[in-house]
């Protein structure tokens, strides 16, 4: 019989022990995740369409902060796991270093145990198209639900240690769950934290909108358990019903028939109370007030651990990201200002729609935030720029290793998943005798070499940058060609390609759906029905820039898109019905399916450093929300010639980069 699930919570708790530490111990031996910046984004949104005026020399401190030199908030694209590592072992290349017992607040909304489909809504011209997750993002989801509640506890109890181990001595941890999991997140944190570094149980009740139900009273509330690293923590007391957020109301003064009160910034409006304020103002001071004066020190109630004055995010239109577990700002400015204080370092794992960094930002503290889902990573990206928040680095992991397929049962019955891939590509393997590596095969009657990259890891640069390699010595070398079948791509992949482009090497990207393909009809049904494709990277193109000199000496760069190719639209998670809609969109307005571009005009062929960007929903240029504007002047001290990038991220999370040669 099978055991129950708080029979299975000794086994989790020590599984999940075992594989910390394994991963505190690699990291101790000098194994390190790495982090790769995609961008160095230094807020500055169009506003006013065609014209965008001078774009500011980027100051010296951003250009060190890449050194060492000042701190940079993170925007990371990642496995949360995975982006903890890298964060306990330090980021050498931007000068962070280890973050072990140097964070100050953690805040984590994760995944409820609600089994959620988790597509995302993709508004287009003229359609709607739901987005199914992206293959890294499927493999995450699956570790996480295959023994339901089992894998979810498996799943937070490993994160959970690691984030004990980046808080600070004077740290706290806020982790927001509902009732599908709550009592068991409890017993674990009690595990980890302990049970005297247990805070608070804060009830969010979030009113409006009930429904009746047929079987249970409506469910209106989550759970937000705090628990401290040690006895001495960071805690302010916090008040609400402040009104104009002061602490205090000013005199408010008869009018001139002695009978109506007149207010200002005032409370009450009991006549009586009001007279026994003046009364006593004029006792203490001798006086009558003026209008400057205080009479009433308003504080407002101290806020206990039954939180009803946050309402939810349906109820505030001017908040609404379209991301569907968005938190309000005011749950997260309450949590921030009672746990940390200005210069603190916030973090949160599970960064959804990034209110946690938002609000951080607005409160004077550094931030940290991350989250496996590209749509989660648009959205935060599009949010800060909105918000014009200081300069951050937007980065990426830099390598998946763990192979989550591999631990997966239901993947384990398609075997060797890169002979599976290589067959269905035309490839034949090598055998053991000849290449260890069963990443890599070659066509039949052919010179042309394949190498089949990992489900679970990103295509970058690197990828490529080995499979040349292996094109001019495995084996002897002498191979014609090498074409790397890949699953998601890192933002650099477009520019090794360029690098490469004399090194025949071609860059292909698997059916993202293949994996449902294949448990759904075999590989042998599969290879039979010949309907696998490979597609090459989609890819952007931009027209000549064009460069003319104004009357202060300036060059006035002019930049416009010309056209976005995306892969076929088989090779994006989608079904069938919206695979057509997406298909007639790129064929009548293709540059709608840009989400986001930016640009860089003066790429220093290392970092790319976003000093302009433009995405959809930006409609202080125009009144087109689900369009970007593809053309911009930026003005710019003269240069004889300089390289200008611009980079697109299209509304699935593709990303393109296009370096232009231009001389003035």
């Known amino acids: ?31 390190r995740i790495g982090l790769q910046t995609n961008e160095l984004v230094l807020p500055r949104k169009d506003v006013s369409g065609f014209f965008r005026g001078q774009v500011p020399n980027i100051p010296n401190a951003f ?9 940079m908030n993170r925007l990371v694209y990642g496995d949360n796991l995975l982006t903890m590592q890298a964060l306990l072992a330090g980021d050498p290349q931007t000068g962070l270093p280890s973050l072990r017992g140097k964070v100050d607040l953690i805040y984590i909304d994760p995944p409820f145990d609600s089994k959620a489909d988790y597509r995302t809504k993709v508004v287009l011209p003229g359609v709607d198209i739901q987005q199914k997750p992206t293959v890294v993002e499927q493999f995450a989801y699956a570790d996480t639900w295959e023994e339901g509640t089992i894998s979810y506890l498996k799943m ?37 934290f302990g049970k005297d570094n247990f805070r608070d149980q804060i009830i969010w009740y979030y009113p409006g909108g009930i429904k009746a139900v047929p079987h249970y009273f409506p469910r209106k509330h989550d759970c937000i358990y705090c628990y401290s690293k040690t006895n001495n923590y960071v805690f302010n007391n916090q008040r609400k019903g402040i009104e104009d957020n002061s602490l205090y109301s000013r005199w408010i003064k008869y009018s001139e028939d002695g009978e109506t009160i007149t207010y200002k910034n005032f409370p009450r409006t009991d006549k009586v ?13 001798k006086r009558e007030p003026k209008d400057e004066d205080v009479i009433y020190r308003f504080e407002g109630a101290l806020v206990d651990d039954v939180w009803d004055d946050c309402p939810a995010v349906f109820r505030l239109l001017n908040e609404k990201t379209g991301y569907s577990t968005q938190k309000p700002a005011s749950l997260l400015e ?32 550094r931030w940290i935030t991350c989250d496996i889902g590209k749509p989660a990573s648009l959205v935060m990206r599009k949010r800060f720029i909105d918000q014009e928040v200081n300069p951050f680095l937007y980065q990426s992991i830099g390598d998946y290793q763990k192979e989550a397929f591999h631990n997966n049962k239901k993947l384990r019955r398609v075997g060797d998943l890169s002979q599976v891939v290589l067959g269905l590509f035309g490839a034949l393997p090598f055998s053991p ?27 970058t640069a690197a990828t490529v940058r080995r499979a040349v390699e292996a094109k001019a ?12 079948l890949g699953w998601n791509f890192a933002f650099d992949i477009s520019q090794a390609i360029e690098k490469y482009k004399n090194s025949n090497v071609e860059v292909l990207v698997i059916p993202p759906d293949l994996l449902d393909k294949l448990s759904k009809k075999g590989f042998k049904k ?30 006035e760069l002019s930049i416009s898109l010309s056209n976005y190719v995306l892969l076929s639209p088989d090779n994006i998670p989608l079904d069938d019905k919206d695979k057509e809609k997406l298909q007639q969109v790129m064929e009548q307005d293709p540059l709608s399916l840009i989400e986001y571009w930016s640009i860089d005009p003066d790429y220093d062929g290392d970092t790319f450093r976003s000093t302009w960007q433009d995405y959809r929903e930006n409609v202080d240029n125009d009144s087109d929300p689900l369009h970007c504007v593809y053309s911009t002047r930026l003005h710019m001290p003269h240069k004889a010639e300089r390289k200008v990038c611009v980079k697109a991220v299209d509304v699935f999370g593709f990303e393109s980069q296009v370096i232009l040669d231009v001389k003035c």
């Open 526 to 555: 599969l290879i039979a029905d010949k309907t696998v494709r490979f597609s090459s990277l989609q890819y952007l193109v931009v027209n000549p820039v064009e460069v003319t000199v104004n009357g202060n000496g300036e060059d």
């Open 1 to 31: 019989m099978a055991k129950s699930l708080i029979e299975e919570l000794p086994r989790i708790a020590s599984e999940g022990r075992q594989e910390a530490q394994r991963i505190i111990e690699r990291l101790s031996s000098g194994t």
């Open 433 to 459: 005798e000849q290449v260890s590596d069963r990443n890599f095969g070659y066509v039949k009657g052919t010179r042309n070499l394949v190498m089949v990259d990992s489900p679970n890891r990103l295509t």
């Open 63 to 71: 250009n060190a902060a890449l050194d060492g030199g000042t701190w």
């Open 273 to 285: 109370k009001f007279d026994m304020y003046v009364k006593r103002f004029i006792s203490q001071n």
């Open 334 to 365: 309450r949590i921030i200002k009672a746990s940390s204080n200005e210069g603190d370092l916030v973090c949160d794992f599970f960064g959804g729609s990034g209110t946690t960094a938002a609000v951080a930002e607005k409160l004077g503290r």
């Open 473 to 484: 010595s495995l084996l002897g070398g002498d191979w014609d060609k090498v074409i790397v």
């Open 156 to 192: 937070i109890y490993k994160r959970l240690i690691l984030m004990k181990e980046l808080l600070s001595d004077t740290g706290t941890v806020y982790v927001h769950i509902d009732w599908h999991i709550d009592s068991y997140v409890k017993i674990m944190l009690d595990d980890i």
